[in-house]
């Protein structure tokens, strides 16, 4: 669809699209500490309002730790989205590799009263290689 988005999960009719960018500017290499920005947007599809309640994200280091990071809602709100629009945020992800990805889910419940979870698709984390 939008060349922004590298990366797209569907699931009973939400998209939820993927861009990332690195942040050398917010990067310090030298101090092991890489940062990227994403950016999400969640597309309803489905025939119902929907509501996000909750996100759960895997994040995963060059080395393979995995931290895991859940709270209520996103960037502070808990969008309800209509049927048709969608909902963008940007948001960041430091790592202490200059590698690494991010998966997760968000917890949904419809106007109907059906909760259900969201896939966000799995996503690399790549810092350019720079000369030594």
């Given amino acids: 669809m ?3 988005f590298t990366d797209a999960a569907e699931t009973r009719g939400i998209t939820v699209r993927v861009s990332v960018s690195y942040l050398p500017e917010q990067s310090e290499p030298d101090r092991g500490r890489w940062f990227w920005a994403y950016h999400i947007r969640i597309e309803n599809d489905s025939p119902v309002t929907v509501q996000l309640l909750t996100r759960h994200w895997i994040i995963t280091d060059g080395r393979g730790a995995r931290h895991t990071v859940e709270g209520e809602g996103v960037v502070g709100e808990q969008p309800m989205i209509a049927p ?6 940007v948001s960041g992800c430091p790592l202490a590799t200059p590698t690494g990805n991010m998966q997760g889910s968000y917890h949904m419940i419809g106007e109907d009263g059906s909760a259900f979870d969201v896939a966000i698709p799995k996503f690399a984390l790549h810092a350019p290689a720079v000369a030594e």
């Fill in 2 to 4: 939008d060349a922004l």
């Fill in 84 to 89: 048709g629009a969608s909902f963008d945020y």
